[in-house]
């Protein structure tokens, strides 16, 4: 059986008979003995059998194809991502087929079942907000499938992975937010379940002890999305000790919070600074424009495919490989005065 995936032939094979009768008792074909079919039947379902809908194109075992589950197709980061992946497919011979688990842990457990059936030769993944069990992950393992993972990481598995290096952007970040004269910085975080959350937090909180400030645990507040900043930055922001600076885990966040800082009447930069994490789009969209932490995404899905094919056509025998791809504070108007957009 190649990579843990069941063939008609091996299911013809076991029981001693022909694939052509393996796939007539499949379809309930009336030239099959009832005897037959039964046995078809409990081999199917005990070796887990599910058809091949890439059968035809398969060449000498392969069929060229890499799987790959992203929490959010749309996310810019993600497309960027997606694009990167795309075009070093493509120039290895290789397809893509791409499932989105919308923040879903069901839904991430349904993509790999999918791609698993589809016999993919190798499956890229970033992990969905809400996955706290890795068990569907060790399942591509034991299929013998290569799995590489990206941005969003499970350190549990050993696997090769690529990731940006978050702490270090997130330090520079917010020690930029220090040296343009921030005495009072919040974190809005990630997800405490995601490393890259906890690497951003980390980053925070090695540049406020190097610069020798009070860690505030309640400076420390969970809060990735747009929506989650519409509620809760405005309640920081009639706290008795304002905060004058905003480091968010990433862009939405961040543009979510100028939004309520402008609206109740405060100054960006000048009453509060604020730094994000992405540098998409939406960076230059606002006004004033977003101070942001820049990921090379088109360069992780590129290196992310380099992995997985050295893998799939035993290019490598090394240990797992963990690629870092470093980021760039990119600095503008949200706290800068008077920027000009170039």
Request: hydrophobic share 35%; aromatic share 6%.
């Amino acid at each position: 059986m190649n990579k843990g995936q069941v063939t008609i032939k091996d299911i013809a094979k076991e029981l001693g008979i022909s694939p052509s009768t393996v796939s007539k008792a499949l379809k309930g074909h009336r030239d099959i003995s009832a005897s037959t079919k039964k046995a078809v039947e409990e081999l199917v379902e005990k070796w887990n059998y599910k058809p091949n809908p890439l059968a035809l194109s398969l060449q000498g075992g392969m069929s060229r194809t890499i799987g790959v589950i992203v929490p959010e197709i749309a996310h810019y980061f993600f497309s960027t991502v997606i694009g990167g992946i795309e075009d070093r497919a493509y120039e290895s011979g290789y397809h893509v087929m791409f499932c989105q688990s919308s923040e879903s842990y069901d839904r991430e457990v349904k993509a790999v079942k999918t791609l698993l059936s589809c016999r993919v030769d190798g499956i890229l993944v970033s992990v969905s907000k809400m996955t706290y069990d890795y068990n569907h992950f060790l399942k591509i393992i034991e299929n013998d499938v290569p799995l590489v993972f990206f941005d969003r990481i499970c350190s549990d598995i050993d696997t090769d992975r690529v990731i940006v290096d978050d702490e270090e952007g997130a330090y520079e970040a917010v020690k930029h937010l220090i040296t343009i004269g921030c005495k009072n910085i919040v974190h809005l975080s990630g997800p405490p379940n995601l490393q890259i959350g906890k690497n951003r937090l980390a980053g925070y909180l090695r540049a406020l002890r190097e610069f020798n400030f009070t860690i505030d645990e309640n400076n420390i507040i969970k809060c990735d999305t747009g929506e989650d900043a519409s509620h809760i930055v405005p309640g920081l922001l009639e706290r008795k000790v304002r905060p004058d600076g905003i480091f968010a885990v990433n862009d939405l966040t961040a543009t979510g919070s100028m939004k309520q800082v402008l609206i109740h009447g405060y100054r960006v930069p000048e009453d509060v600074a604020i730094v994000g994490f992405t540098s998409g789009l939406n960076s230059d969209l606002t006004s004033p424009t977003l101070t942001s932490v820049k990921q090379n995404g088109h360069l992780i899905g590129r290196e992310a495919v380099r992995l997985l094919i050295d893998r799939i056509e035993g290019k490598t025998n090394t240990p797992s490989q963990t690629i870092v791809i470093k980021t760039e504070l990119l600095i503008k108007g949200s706290t800068v005065k008077d920027y000009i957009l170039e």
